[in-house]
């Protein structure tokens, strides 16, 4: 499983929910995506950043896929032009995470 998340700067943090919006809205359209969240930041602090997505992904060709596909592509610019920064993330999850309660190494 792959684990991609993503954080953004706003240049009008007024755009928050409608960025949030458009993201959700990928939720159940591209094949591989198994989770989407996405969190709008409470914190008001200038070292923060204003939305988040957390996403997990089948593999690393699920996560290629959602990236190529047409649905993601058609928020991209949107996004792009209502950012000032962006910071990403994407790692691998090699074990169920149940376990890593149960303090079993998972390899990431």
């Known amino acids: 499983m ?13 755009d928050a929910g409608m960025m949030k919006d458009k993201l959700e809205g990928l ?5 591989g995506l198994i989770k989407l969240e996405v969190g709008v930041n409470i914190d008001d602090s200038a ?5 988040v997505l957390y996403s997990e992904l089948e593999s690393e060709e699920a996560l290629a896929g959602y990236q190529a ?16 920064s962006r910071t990403v993330v ?3 999850v090699e074990c169920n995470l149940q376990h890593a309660h149960a303090n079993v190494s998972c390899r990431m």
């Open 47 to 51: 070292q923060s950043s204003d939305v």
């Open 27 to 31: 939720i159940g359209k591209i094949p």
């Open 90 to 92: 994407d790692y691998k």
């Open 69 to 84: 596909h047409p649905e993601h592509q058609a928020v991209v610019p949107w996004v792009k032009a209502a950012t000032i």
């Open 2 to 14: 792959i684990k991609h998340i993503v954080m953004w700067k706003l240049k009008n943090k007024a």
